[in-house]
């Protein structure tokens, strides 16, 4: 499956299915002088015999979040130019979504701009590899420090998601849901069907791919965030302070995150979602759910505060739903954060 | 005056006169909540008690090109993140070139850009603070990393002129001459015969506004440097490798630059520019154009290859007038050019 991006100019296409590395990347690679690789050392390890086997010379980088930093983002840059990179060379980017986005933002930077082309290795890259946002952290918080910048062509080649261990697959599943749950409650209800018993990577084809149009939609008509981007934020708010505090992976937290933008959503809109459905299905899979009754409730409000999405005064942002289909950036206030941090312990 | 920027969207005003700081800076810092400033060491040491006295807790950078560094760049995202903040502030560099150059790409990447207006406060600044290119140097040369990210406005209170030490006002008139040059003939005669016994900044008003309205013509055309943009380049071919060699300010090796691109012009396509003429205002307002007879040729050629923009196997390019007004980028084999650089040595 190809999809199209439909932006003014620049346009790219993603290419989505099983063993499509090979062939798609001589076509851009054909067309450049110079190619340079930057692979997820734990990407390069698994599969330098195999499906990279035809890749020479790569720069093997630090392996997932560790890479998104300022020194191995210089450094990087730096052995690049030492290669002699030019103008009119490619960047090959091979990783999971830490490695894209850092490896995005030295292509953005390295002689102001080169030409590079991105191949997710994780579920999780499904969501990050889509919408042209590059970053690494600050000391102060996740992506902080970035830029807008669009890949030639993101490949997709499914097969990288067999290796995936259970922990990174839950992660990205996190976003796969959360994209469904955006998308419909057929969607959605169609999505746990098929993973009743567990999550088969070969079962999600379809729903990575409808989750990757949806949100190349949201991200075509706003593509800096200043309207219906920030809904693909479902989830994040309460998620980002789990993440941060519990140490779990981004999509784990963000599934933790979903579940109370629906309690909320029923609290404060009078929706019906079925939270105990929900409860049910990522404890069997195995998300962490007891961390939403052991959380702590000054904690997470202190960390909701930091994030740069939520930053309101005395006001915390989330996404709910205000009716079906119908999302909604609703401002809460701290006191009453509180009491429905504390609550929602009593309802699960 | 003020000159407005006729991009297809995101334009924005550089205004040039004398005096103006206070009145233009209020109107734009009316409009945000929090405007963060970054000062140049050296400028706010010298105007902190008079035309900067109503600035409070800026942060004060590295002075010059000290501050075009990875470190210095990424402590001061931190900085900035660390006093809080968001993505609608607003951030005022406050400097010369090197300043304006990093302060602008500390801009572009905080957050993922946040806007920004330039201060410019030397002679050089009329030509870096045009164009929108941000950059830091690199262990592997200058301005190898950075980006394109247009300022909010220019605010050029010429005012700050003044208190350039000589080194600095000689490099800066280098890019005054260049855009005179690259103008007309007339306008170039016209600069010499105001400046022949001593450059004086209260003489040069017409000619940086002429000069920022031709480069401004320019970088509209071919924001990205694929085309017209490269003609800026006029003396920088060897001017670069002058200044990296012996360390001499940019626009004071420009200005040797120029005078080579001009014996190469009259040497490959029968021009007849007068270079004893140009010869001896460089060293009658002392030029350091000495340095055009002692150059070591070998050196020279090396670090003009190392250049991104002259890159190309074993030819250099250089920027040469093929006709009255009209430029060219011409190809000069390694060879050949040892021979250009051996030679002008005696036609001097």
Chains 1, 2 share one sequence.
Not at 220 to 241: I, P, V, W, Y
Request: hydrophobic residues 40%.
């Amino acid at each position: 499956m190809d999809i199209r991006t439909s932006y003014k100019n620049n346009n790219y296409t993603i290419s989505v299915a099983n063993d499509i590395l090979e062939n798609k990347l001589k076509t851009w690679t054909e067309q450049y002088e110079d190619v340079f690789y930057l692979i997820d050392e734990n990407v390069y390890a698994l599969y330098k015999d195999t499906k990279l086997k035809n890749i020479h010379s790569p720069i093997v980088v630090t392996g997932g979040e560790s890479f998104k930093y300022a020194s191995p983002l210089m450094n990087t840059i730096e052995k690049l130019l030492e290669l002699g990179i030019k103008r009119n060379s490619l960047i090959v980017v091979i990783g999971g979504g830490a490695t894209g986005d850092a490896g995005g933002m030295i292509a953005s930077l390295v002689l102001r701009g080169v030409d590079y082309i991105h191949i997710p290795t994780t579920l999780l890259a499904h969501d990050s590899a889509i919408g042209g946002k590059t970053a690494i952290n600050s000391l102060h918080g996740k992506n902080l420090i970035g830029s807008f910048y669009r890949p030639k062509a993101v490949i997709y080649d499914l097969d990288f998601l067999y290796s995936l261990s259970n922990d990174e697959k839950l992660s990205g599943f996190g976003e796969v849901f959360k994209h469904a749950l955006l998308l419909s409650e057929i969607e959605v209800e169609s999505l746990m069907k098929v993973t009743k018993d567990s999550i088969e990577i070969k079962d999600l084809t379809e729903f990575i791919i409808s989750g990757i149009k949806l949100k190349m939609d949201i991200v075509t008509k706003d593509e800096h965030e200043s309207g219906s981007r920030k809904f693909l934020n479902l989830g994040h708010t309460l998620g980002h302070a789990i993440e941060y505090q519990y140490k779990i992976p981004h999509g784990q937290a963000v599934m933790l995150g979903i579940l109370f933008s629906l309690y909320l959503s029923n609290e404060i809109y009078q929706q019906d979602f079925d939270l105990v459905k929900y409860y049910n299905f990522m404890a069997h899979h195995g998300y962490p759910v007891q961390l939403l009754q052991n959380m702590n409730e000054d904690d997470m409000i202190k960390l909701m505060q930091q994030d740069k999405k939520n930053h309101q005064g005395d006001l915390i942002t989330f996404i709910l739903f205000s009716d079906t289909n119908t999302l909604t950036l609703t401002d809460i206030k701290k006191s009453d954060l509180y009491d429905y941090l504390r609550r929602i312990k009593e309802t699960l």
